[in-house]
């Protein structure tokens, strides 16, 4: 069987696993937070930390919420980091340096999981499991929060408001994130996965020396590190390591979970909205992004010339065998276009045009499908900017879901397209012009540059993944990945609570002749041009000095 035919049976079969998963989860979804009951280990929890579930809160109480929680989280994994030398379970590794213990409870915190580290030779189980693991699945309940609060706001009437967000949290993880976390935990058990807390050990010789491995709980983690659209490793190779992914089987699956809950909270949107073709119109949008990039993905990497590319059938330079290029080619485009950044080759490797179309996905916001919550907030924030400029072109106020689409309401919406292109832009041309900086880089020109700039917009963009080549283990890269992963995140929550607190005010104005049809296939092309132009374009100039002037040289 030619290789990309097995391209095409693999991804034809994780469409058919999508579509079969995607009415009842994201039913599920919908019920869970529009559900007025309150289970009895989830009001323990309430009356822990002092929390009424019931209380409804206007957009600066949930964003309050929002921000303290992930404040302490912040403080107590940096902590845990600084006292892992003291604390059992360490495996002998020492405390973690303060400016990587930062950066690393940072990333975790939001839902970034950049690592600078070698996690099987730095992080021992205490802080695998019970700090970095807790993060995986905090940190996506708070994306699908604030996405909930913002559909809240299209759908509410003069009120103001938009849920609770502790609620909203416990049951994102009481019952979506954990018992699905299970499930895909013991199927990778199934397909070799380890799952254990064994110490380090020797297991072989190599060059007259034993290999050096330890265990740990990988299976749990590895399932909410893809469920939560997470992506930190328990291994520093990540998802090319055999303990987290040893079989072309497990790598499939290990897709399926990136994208399961993104793709399936458009139904979730439309249920909550009152109009399935709402969500079918974002998913559609996003299901031709996502193809359209993996088809231009596989083409790139099998298509490459020369006597190397003609003997290995593609480039597979820097990919794993047992995947080829179709599984990595699936696996990159999956983990770039949604927040997950868990790698299963190394993205420096690929052709300058498969290494752009990585950074590209990242940068149109990651929103097909997007993060768990951050790619459904993405897209009906590019919805909202499609419906003003569409009204724009028939001179007609724009309204989506029956709200108005004001000044107030495009001016939060252009905010939030604004952040990330500053924080990537500004902190890739400090990096570059400074010398410190630059002397991290392996590779000159314009590969050099991509390396830079790829760390920057997976960490503005809470993605995660790095192209590898770049030593980011500097003070330098430290601090200032951990800034743009601060920003990054919580910024444009900010502009998303905001929106939608405004929009919570309004009544819903009737549909006329006139009104823009948002469930249409015509809106869904709309939407998908208005992405690629307001932010793909954005960093154009920036692409073509680097991946895009690689893959024409070459």
């Not at 020492?94 to 839902?111: E, G, H, L, M, R």
């Not at 990778?188 to 010789?205: E, K, Y």
């Not at 920057?456 to 330098?476: Q, V």
């Amino acid at each position: 069987m030619s290789s990309p035919l097995a391209g095409i049976l693999q991804l034809l079969a994780l469409l058919a696993a999508l579509a079969l998963a995607h009415r009842p989860l994201g039913d599920h979804l919908a019920r869970v937070y529009s559900s007025g009951k309150h289970y009895r280990p989830e009001r323990w929890m309430y009356r822990a930390i002092g929390a009424d579930p019931s209380a409804g809160m206007r957009w600066p109480a949930y964003l309050r919420a929002v921000l303290a929680f992930s404040a302490v989280g912040v403080l107590l994994l940096h902590l845990l980091q600084r006292a892992q030398g003291a604390l059992p379970g360490s495996l002998g590794f020492a405390s973690i340096d303060p400016d990587q213990a930062f950066n690393t409870a940072v990333s975790f915190v939001t839902n970034t999981n950049w690592q600078s580290y070698y996690g099987e030779q730095a992080m021992g189980h205490l802080v695998q499991t019970g700090g970095l693991a807790v993060q995986n699945f905090v940190s996506a309940a708070v994306g699908m929060a604030v996405a909930v609060a913002l559909v809240r706001g299209f759908t509410g009437s003069r009120t103001g408001e938009l849920g609770n967000f502790w609620a909203d949290l416990v049951r994102g993880i009481t019952r979506v994130l954990l018992p699905l976390s299970v499930a895909g935990a013991l199927v990778l058990v199934a397909c070799g996965v380890i799952q254990n807390f064994s110490g380090i050990h020797a297991v072989g010789q190599f060059s007259g020396d034993a290999q050096q491995w330890n265990g740990g709980a990988v299976a749990s983690q590895e399932a909410i590190k893809e469920l939560g659209t997470n992506g930190g490793g328990y291994f520093n190779a990540n998802a090319a390591h055999p303990f987290e992914n040893p079989t072309p089987f497990s790598n499939l699956f290990e897709i399926f979970l990136i994208l399961l809950i993104p793709f399936s909270m458009t139904r979730t949107f439309g249920r909550m909205a009152g109009s399935l073709r709402q969500g079918y119109a974002v998913l559609g949008a996003m299901a031709v992004i996502w193809l359209a990039f993996t088809a231009l993905m596989m083409w790139t990497e099998f298509a490459g010339r020369g006597p190397a590319f003609e003997a290995a059938g593609g480039a597979m330079e820097g990919k794993e065998t047992r995947f080829g290029i179709a599984g990595s080619s699936l696996f990159a485009v999956a983990t770039t276009l949604t927040s997950t950044g868990a790698v299963n080759s190394f993205h420096s490797s690929y052709t300058g045009f498969g290494g752009g179309i990585t950074l590209l996905g990242m940068q149109l916001g990651e929103i097909a499908p997007g993060g768990v919550g951050s790619g459904l907030y993405g897209m009906l924030i590019m919805a909202v900017v499609a419906v003003f400029v569409a009204g724009l072109l028939v001179g007609r106020t724009p309204e989506y879901l029956g709200k108005k689409i004001g000044t107030r309401q495009i001016t939060y919406a252009a905010c939030y397209l604004l952040v990330t292109p500053a924080l990537v832009l500004g902190f890739t041309g400090l990096a570059v012009a400074l010398p410190g900086p630059a002397e991290s880089m392996t590779h000159s020109g314009p590969h050099g540059f991509s390396e830079i700039l790829y760390a920057y917009t997976s960490a503005a963009n809470n993605n995660g993944s790095a192209f590898a080549g770049l030593n980011a283990d500097t003070p330098w890269f430290n601090t200032t990945t951990g800034i743009a992963m601060l920003l990054g995140r919580f910024l444009p929550m900010v502009f998303v609570l905001a929106l939608a607190g405004s929009l919570a005010e309004q009544r819903p104005v009737p549909a006329t002749a006139g009104t823009l049809r948002t469930d249409k296939p015509l809106y869904s092309g709309l939407l998908v041009a208005t992405i690629l132009i307001v932010t793909g374009l954005t960093y154009f100039p920036a692409l073509a000095l680097g991946p895009l002037a690689e893959g024409l040289a070459s």
